[in-house]
């Protein structure tokens, strides 16, 4: 099993930039095609952003893309989301996600990620 523990939520003024850190344990991570998705109140979990076992293939949510950019190191065993030019819609509890099944590429449907992190909180103020 891999564990999946999200850091580097805050606070952030419209405009800003926050980094998104998903720290995975137990297993390698270029075992598993990774995922962020995003929830805030009242609203659907949405897909963010995605990249595949060997990081060669990624995507991203129409909402955020241009903005948004997903990476990982091997070494660190850590998926990384940076996000620029924050707006107050992107506010939400963003979630780290992992696929052992996809082989290459990836998905972006909630159901097929079978392990999730806790989360952590983006507040964008206008």
């Known amino acids: 099993q891999v564990q999946l523990v999200e850091s580097g939520g805050g606070l952030v003024q419209a405009g800003g930039s926050l980094r998104l850190s998903c720290a995975a344990s137990?297993?390698?991570?270029?075992?598993?095609?990774m995922a962020w998705f995003r929830q805030a109140p009242g609203k659907e979990r949405e897909f963010v952003s995605a990249?595949?076992?060997?990081?060669?293939?990624?995507g991203y949510g129409d909402a955020v893309k241009g903005r948004f950019t997903i990476s990982k190191d091997n070494t660190k065993n850590t998926v990384y989301l940076q996000m620029n030019s924050l707006k107050p819609e992107d506010t939400a509890v963003y979630y780290c996600?992992?696929?052992?099944?996809?082989?290459?590429?990836?998905?972006?449907?909630?159901?097929?990620?079978?392990?999730w992190g806790q989360g952590t909180q983006v507040t964008v103020s206008s």
């Open positions: 990249i595949s076992r060997s990081g060669g293939s990624t």
């Open positions: 996600a992992a696929d052992a099944r996809i082989f290459s590429g990836w998905v972006r449907t909630e159901s097929e990620y079978d392990y």
């Open positions: 137990g297993r390698p991570i270029n075992l598993y095609a």
